[in-house]
């Protein structure tokens, strides 16, 4: 398989795990903001995710930092409706 070596491309599928471990996951997603230990609580989910991204990314794209940024855009960003006390 040939690894992806196009930054948006690469962002587009960081940013497609992650809304799927949201979609999936949309309880934990709740309750990990609310509790703010969204990180323990999604723990597996991300690091599935992550071993997944890098199979799929050029290593010359820098993807642990396109797969954490996207961590924050996808699953912190977009849950700031939900009321927790790190806002």
């Given amino acids: 398989m040939t690894l992806l ?11 497609a795990i992650l ?7 949309k309880e934990k997603v709740e309750s990990g903001i609310k509790n703010d230990d969204i990180f323990d609580v999604l723990k597996e989910e991300i690091e599935e995710g992550r071993q997944h991204f890098l199979g799929r990314v050029s290593p010359d794209l820098n993807p642990e930092l396109i797969y ?7 699953l912190i960003k977009r849950a700031g409706k939900i009321e927790s006390s790190i806002w």
């Fill in 5 to 15: 070596d196009n930054p948006d491309q690469a962002k587009r599928l960081a940013r």
């Fill in 68 to 74: 954490g940024t996207a961590v924050v855009d996808v």
């Fill in 19 to 25: 809304s799927d471990v949201a979609m999936y996951n």
